[in-house]
């Protein structure tokens, strides 16, 4: 051997050992899309099946379709792929040879797929078929992802559809960039320079958002300004949907209630009056001029202030049912926000979505979706599902689930929400006798909803990962697949998530999903166990803040929820408290109601006990609570140790990022732990359980701190 190949030997085998040690630097701006080579012993089989890709038709969607396989398939398995194996993709309609192949394509409906491996004259085609070229588009995702995660792919037969029909993110996006509750920069939306600007990142929102199955976008905050609704901003969101359309992603907006009198000349937004309803209907029709797939409303009314319906002694089935009347002739729908709570009301504020719906169950138009949150109070780390889910058997219900995480720690604490996000939908209503899951509400089954939708609140900005975080990037993927499927196995999501955003190496897959697996508990632990909630900073909902009390609400204070004095703490929410256990399906009401049946998890959600209540570890409640704080605390550290352990598999930037995230974790986790003992001790007055360290500082050190800069307000 010449001196200088032997170099090169030398070189590629000290390469292949150090491979892990040297993953070339990134940022995570490429998501789960990656497609970084095929480690070289298993590429090989890949190459054989996934070769050349047959040519397809030219339309919108199969172009891209065409052009994402290639550019995974490239950078998986490199240019040159000739084992001789053809990937054929396409529709009955737009490729003759998919016709003749007369697959059965019925499972795939309107947006799904089947892909199939078939031998032809000894030669493996892996076809990619679907009924509409949105379907071969999921379709090319999902065959990248099984070489992404190293599935085999030579002898494929597989069909997936969705099973809900509107899989939408909500932006919270402001017209200035700002982006309530964003904790990843600013908004992607440059509304300045659209429509004649288009940010090439545009194109890689809607691919990845396709490659998880997820077709549309509200592009405007909920508390809604009107100017969305003006010529110039439809001319700015019609670009958007340009550039979506081949993605299979449509627009919506957020609609203000008030538009009328704002930008209609009009003195009032009476939902009965025939000026307002004129108003309503010509904009939609100019809406529908410049964007004719725009999906339709959401509105956020009658809540925290916004203006609606109620304003005029109108309901809230009076107002959405207007709207929908106006987009509906061209095929929209409005989703109406279940996320109220009245001003003057006095009651537990957890009933008052329920109370003011359930009474209009069947009175709202049928291109309607009431978009109820998963808990009753506000997306907090954990609370038992919403009462409407199961209540309203002739209204079309929908999830809304937070991505961005307010009120789990920003986007410096890593938590996975997949975990939290499965638990709500697999939790049992009763409502139409066991297995009446929240899952069956959303997807239609239980009720036969004729339109079924479950809405993320984006955590998407202008940082060059998207997310504020790299493991962020997870609760946008893990909402997309558990918005197609809302019975997926969170932890199955996970861990296709890993191996296709870090590495498919198990030696990092197993470790890092435990770690993702446990870490909404974590959470839960430090800042919220046992069913507490809502004890977060005034505001900014940055940090611990079970001292908050007075100013202008009561329920909008930490002592209204936790209830805490001398004797006890909790919310009773059984009949001898507020009585919100009645608004759940009597089984349900039952369990909760019952301290021999709640679960522990949600404990002082329900009930109002005692510091001295015995739990189920035989610990007095206080012991027990104090117990779990530390606990928390403790699991974050456990999280710094597994990702140290697994620096061999990240590359550099990422590995160091997420380990400084996770040292401001652990710092929090800790001030959430010692600021809520704090606080609570001064009302007990109970010494610490044996073992567990005072907190180094006095409440009032606590209390005074301020975080006026803090983000996403
Ligand atoms: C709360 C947020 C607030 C939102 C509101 C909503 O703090 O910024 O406007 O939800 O969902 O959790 O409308």
Known sequence: MRPSHMLR???????????????????????????????????????ASA?????????????VARAELERGLAGLLGERRDGGGEILLGTPRSSPRI???????????????????????????????????????????RYLALIQTRQPIDRLDLVDAPKVRYRLLN??????????????????????????????????????????GINGAVLNNVNAKSDSLTAPYIAKAAALADTFRPYGIKVYLSARFSSPIEIGGLKTADPLDPAVRAFWKSKADEIYKAIPDFGGFLVKANSEGQPGPQDYGRTHADGANMLAQAVGPHGGIVMWRAFVYSHEQPDDRAKQGYSEFKPFDGQFAENVIVQVKNGAIDFQPREPFHPLFGAMP?????????????????????????????????????????????????DGKLHGYSRTLMAGVANIGTDRNWSGSQFDQANWYAFGRLAWDPEASSEAIARDWAAMAFSPDKRFVGPAVAMMMGSREAVVDYMTPMGLHHLMGRSHHYGPGPWVAGGERADWTSVYYHRADKAGIGFDRTAKGSNAVAQYA?????GFSDLST???????????????????????????LVGRYSRGVKTVGGMQATWADLSPYVDAERHGEVAAYLAIQRR??????????????????????????????????????????????
């Not at 070769?51 to 172009?63: E, F, K, S, Y």
């Not at 394509?105 to 949105?134: H, M, Q």
């Not at 009597?586 to 039952?590: E, F, G, I, Q, Y």
């Not at 929090?668 to 567990?692: C, H, M, T, V």
Request: proline share 7%.
């Open 171 to 212: 932006h919270w996006d402001n017209l200035d960039r700002s982006v309530e509750r964003g904790y990843a920069g600013q908004s992607i939306w440059d509304w300045w320079r659209l429509p004649d600007v288009r940010d090439p990142r545009y194109v890689d929102y809607a691919r990845a958002n396709a490659s998880i």
């Open 99 to 141: 016709a003749t192949l007369n697959l059965p394509l019925e499972a795939a409906g309107a947006e799904g797929y089947r892909i199939r491996t078939l031998i032809e004259g000894g030669r493996s085609v892996t076809v990619i078929a679907a009924n509409t070229d949105v379907g071969v588009l999921h379709g090319v995702y």
């Open 9 to 47: 030997g030398l070189f590629l085998a000290a390469g292949l050992l150090l491979a892990p040690l040297i993953a070339r630097a990134e940022d995570g701006h490429d998501l789960w899309l990656r497609y970084r080579p095929v480690e070289a012993g298993a590429a090989g089989v890949y190459r």
């Open 668 to 713: 929090e986790a800790q001030w959430w732990r010692d600021a809520s003992i704090a606080y609570f001790q001064s009302i007990n007055g109970l010494p610490l359980p044996k073992g567990e360290a005072p907190p180094p500082l006095s409440l009032e050190a606590y209390e005074a701190m301020q975080f006026p800069f803090a983000p996403g307000i």
């Open 598 to 624: 709640v679960d522990e998890k949600d404990l002082l959600w329900f009930h109002h006990l005692p510091w001295g209540y015995r739990t189920r570890s035989g610990r007095p409640l206080w012991d027990e």
């Open 394 to 442: 002739k209204t079309n219900l929908g999830m809304e689930f937070q991505i961005t995480k307010e009120y789990l720690g920003f986007s410096t604490h890593l938590a996975y929400l997949g975990p939290m996000w499965e638990e709500v939908l697999k939790a049992d209503t009763l409502a139409a006798g066991k297995g009446s899951t929240v899952a069956k509400v959303v």
């Open 51 to 63: 070769g050349t890709i047959a040519p397809v038709a030219d339309t919108p969607a199969l172009t």
């Open 586 to 590: 009597p089984p349900a009401a039952a």
